[in-house]
């Protein structure tokens, strides 16, 4: 039984959770410091995004044969993208109207941050700046390419013989680092609790609880029917992920677990050229989390300032986040990018209003992380269910179940 527990990635992620948030609270400069320990933790763990992208496109592509199925795959994915995180923004913004976490502020006794380098110059979006920033889909276009080109070669199976034996040392080592993620996730929660201090949630208690809220109906209803269509178990798969959300969960970042996630998405069934194309494109491109989190943020802030929206202006709210939520993706600051150019656009909230977040944004972020992280798994899962490309033994397999219990 000891054993079991010493060797339990889980117990361990949780208890270093629970210690960096004693750290944090008790000894906040203490916690501070150790805010090195999560963030190297997650530099080491994007090392190996880009070339697990890399090695699972290529031998995809020239596993799948079909290149115009690569395409379709592609095109889907983002339609799912879209109507996906439009629902989320729809959802953000009707809990925002229902809970009114906005009114009743006393805006004299929250702690304001400084917006000046989210406000100040241009905030416009600019798509060609967001592809020379985003390494990530530079990877995947690439990796998409050298997998359509090396699948027409005569000799392709020399290659690929090299890519599947450089891809199992890959993961080897990746499985090694995170064996480190309960010292990342003690870092990060001691950084987040110490510099931050718990007492500046209570004046924006009911934003964040509205928030938190609002993220788990959105995995359990939506994400769960999505699943539920293909007779998967929204909670069968978050017991499957569950080392991984407590990693996101610690250090606020659903990049600390993108390679394990694709990882795991393979194991149980999905195929891997779906897993290669989905995951690190919906990285950039669906945000759930996100989409969620800013259309509340700005009902919240319209209920602050007393502003009553219109519907007209409500569809040009969400048209604006429609777009800016993807281009900003993969910025340092994104969220509040993108909010400051929305309420500029608009002219009716002040932008102003962005420094009443600044101080319990750091909490909600963990909410936002993970909700991605799940949103993108599940976006996987439809697209190899509905292209055929999933195999139900494996997910049997790896749920530890049997046919019936489904």
């Given at each position: 039984?000891?054993?079991?527990?010493?060797?339990?990635?889980?117990?361990?992620?949780?208890?270093?959770i629970?210690?960096?948030i004693?750290?944090?609270?008790?000894?906040?400069?203490?916690?501070?410091?150790?805010?090195?320990l999560?963030?190297?933790?997650?530099?080491v763990?994007k090392?190996?995004?880009?070339?697990?992208?890399?090695?699972t496109?290529v031998?995809?592509?020239?596993?799948?044969?079909?290149?115009?199925?690569v395409g379709?795959?592609?095109?889907k994915?983002?339609?799912?993208f879209?109507?996906?995180?439009?629902?989320?923004?729809?959802i953000?913004?009707?809990?925002?109207?229902?809970?009114?976490?906005?009114s009743?502020?006393?805006?004299?006794?929250v702690?304001?941050?400084d917006?000046s380098?989210?406000?100040?110059g241009?905030v416009s979006?600019?798509?060609?700046q967001?592809?020379?920033?985003?390494?990530?889909?530079?990877?995947l276009?690439?990796a998409?390419?050298?997998?359509?080109v090396?699948?027409?070669?005569?000799?392709?199976?020399?290659?690929?013989t090299?890519v599947?034996w450089?891809?199992?040392?890959?993961?080897?080592?990746?499985?090694?680092?995170?064996k480190?993620?309960?010292?990342?996730a003690f870092?990060?929660?001691?950084?987040?609790?110490?510099?931050?201090?718990?007492?500046?949630?209570?004046?924006?208690?009911?934003?964040?609880?509205?928030v938190?809220i609002?993220?788990?109906l959105?995995?359990?209803?939506?994400?769960?029917?999505?699943?539920?269509?293909?007779?998967i178990s929204?909670w069968?798969?978050?017991?499957?992920i569950?080392n991984?959300?407590l990693?996101?969960?610690?250090?606020?970042?659903?990049?600390?677990?993108?390679?394990?996630?694709?990882?795991?998405?393979?194991h149980?069934?999905?195929?891997?050229?779906?897993?290669?194309?989905?995951?690190?494109?919906?990285y950039?491109f669906?945000?759930?989390g996100?989409?969620?989190?800013?259309?509340m943020?700005?009902?919240?802030?319209?209920?602050?300032?007393?502003?009553?929206?219109?519907?007209?202006?409500?569809?040009?709210i969400?048209?604006i986040?429609?777009?800016?939520?993807?281009?900003?993706?993969?910025v340092?600051?994104?969220g509040f990018i993108?909010?400051?150019s929305t309420?500029?656009?608009?002219?009716?909230?002040?932008?102003?209003?962005?420094?009443l977040?600044l101080?319990?944004d750091?909490?909600?972020s963990?909410?936002?992380?993970?909700?991605?992280?799940i949103?993108?798994?599940?976006?996987?899962?439809?697209?190899s269910?509905?292209?055929?490309?999933?195999?139900?033994?494996?997910m049997?397999k790896?749920?530890?179940?049997?046919?019936?219990e489904?």
């Amino acid at each position: 039984m000891i054993k079991k527990i010493a060797t339990n990635l889980t117990f361990w992620v949780l208890f270093a959770i629970t210690a960096g948030i004693l750290v944090g609270h008790f000894f906040p400069a203490t916690g501070v410091a150790m805010q090195p320990l999560g963030k190297y933790f997650i530099d080491v763990i994007k090392l190996f995004i880009n070339p697990i992208i890399l090695l699972t496109m290529v031998t995809g592509i020239c596993g799948m044969g079909d290149l115009k199925k690569v395409g379709k795959v592609g095109g889907k994915a983002l339609l799912y993208f879209e109507i996906i995180t439009t629902i989320a923004l729809l959802i953000g913004i009707w809990v925002g109207y229902l809970l009114e976490p906005g009114s009743g502020v006393n805006t004299s006794i929250v702690a304001k941050g400084d917006i000046s380098k989210y406000s100040s110059g241009p905030v416009s979006i600019s798509w060609v700046q967001f592809f020379k920033d985003n390494l990530t889909i530079q990877v995947l276009l690439f990796a998409i390419l050298a997998g359509i080109v090396i699948s027409r070669l005569k000799n392709k199976e020399v290659i690929l013989t090299k890519v599947y034996w450089l891809s199992k040392y890959v993961f080897r080592g990746l499985h090694f680092v995170m064996k480190l993620a309960p010292i990342g996730a003690f870092g990060g929660m001691a950084f987040t609790i110490g510099k931050y201090g718990v007492a500046t949630l209570l004046p924006l208690g009911k934003l964040m609880a509205c928030v938190y809220i609002t993220m788990a109906l959105f995995i359990f209803l939506v994400l769960g029917a999505i699943l539920n269509y293909y007779k998967i178990s929204i909670w069968k798969f978050l017991g499957y992920i569950k080392n991984e959300l407590l990693i996101v969960l610690g250090t606020s970042s659903s990049e600390a677990a993108l390679p394990s996630l694709m990882e795991k998405l393979e194991h149980m069934g999905c195929h891997k050229s779906v897993v290669g194309l989905v995951v690190p494109a919906g990285y950039s491109f669906n945000l759930d989390g996100t989409s969620i989190y800013l259309s509340m943020a700005i009902v919240f802030l319209a209920q602050v300032f007393h502003i009553q929206l219109n519907m007209e202006q409500i569809i040009t709210i969400i048209g604006i986040l429609m777009v800016t939520s993807k281009g900003a993706a993969g910025v340092t600051g994104s969220g509040f990018i993108i909010l400051a150019s929305t309420l500029t656009a608009t002219k009716v909230i002040p932008i102003e209003g962005l420094a009443l977040l600044l101080g319990v944004d750091r909490f909600m972020s963990e909410a936002r992380a993970i909700t991605n992280f799940i949103g993108n798994g599940v976006a996987a899962i439809f697209i190899s269910n509905n292209e055929k490309m999933f195999d139900r033994s494996r997910m049997y397999k790896a749920f530890g179940m049997h046919k019936n219990e489904l």
